[in-house]
T-cell receptor, first 115, second 113 residues
Framework: AQSVTQLDSQVPVFEEAPVELRCNYS??????LFWYVQYPNQGLQLLLK??????LVKGINGFEAEFNKSQTSFHLRKPSVHISDTAEYFC?????????????FGQGTELSVKP | SAVISQKPSRDICQRGTSLTIQCQVD?????MFWYRQQPGQSLTLIAT?????????ESGFVIDKFPISRPNLTFSTLTVSNMSPEDSSIYLC??????????FGPGTRLTVT
């Protein structure tokens, strides 16, 4: 079975500061990894994904994430956040052998960017 | 990509009634899923909607409570039956053509009183 743990439920940060949202996963097979963002009262939007190849993945809105297989982590980073980045962020995993793409989500991290 | 619409966007229902949520995709997709997001919680997969056959339910979810239909490759419905206040959640439809390409609808916000 797979699981995803997001280590911080809330991350407050000041505007223009760097931020890291932490995600660890557990799986006995190779996985695909995703970060989604959910703005208030909206659906989920894909930020970025890791499928294979380079362990540093760049996504939309200046976000990037690094896949670390030995540490089973997929932390999300942004060098300088904006007020508009305030949202809920979800890390998710999908394994190669599942029935076709179902995602297992972490508990979410609420990013709050203050002026 | 795929554009997904859901109806209704929100509803307030009385205990004991049922609500059917519709999910429409703008193109044919292989996989469709239904998720639940309880207040302040993450997303939990309810079931995989299989075209032309019975849905595949995750542990803790049963067909009698959450019947699902998928008559074709662009449309699915989820019914929340015999509702109780504990069913108050956001219900999201998602779709994909592969395990690494999945898109989400805007969600249906359900409140049960």
């Amino acid at each position: 079975a797979q699981s995803v743990t997001q280590l911080d439920s809330q991350v407050p940060v000041f505007e223009e500061a760097p931020v890291e949202l932490r995600c660890n996963y557990s799986s006995s097979v190779s996985v695909y990894l995703f970060w989604y963002v959910q703005y208030p009262n909206q659906g989920l939007q894909l930020l970025l994904k890791y499928l294979s190849g380079s362990t540093l993945v760049k996504g939309i809105n200046g976000f990037e994430a690094e896949f670390n297989k030995s540490q089973t982590s997929f932390h999300l980073r942004k060098p300088s956040v904006h007020i508009s980045d305030t949202a809920e962020y979800f890390c998710a995993v999908s394994d190669f052998s599942n029935q076709g793409g179902k995602l297992i989500f972490g508990q979410g991290t609420e990013l709050s960017v203050k002026p | 990509s795929a554009v997904i619409s859901q109806k209704p966007s929100r509803d307030i229902c009385q205990r004991g009634t049922s609500l059917t949520i519709q999910c429409q995709v703008d193109s044919q997709v292989t996989m469709m899923f239904w998720y639940r997001q309880q207040p302040g919680q993450s997303l939990t997969l309810i079931a995989t909607a299989n075209q032309g056959s019975e849905a595949t339910y995750e542990s803790g979810f049963v067909i009698d409570k959450f019947p699902i239909s998928r008559p074709n490759l662009t449309f699915s419905t989820l019914t929340v039956s015999n509702m109780s206040p504990e069913d108050s959640s956001i219900y999201l439809c998602s779709c994909g053509r592969s395990p690494y390409e999945q898109y989400f609808g805007p969600g249906t916000r359900l409140t049960v009183t």
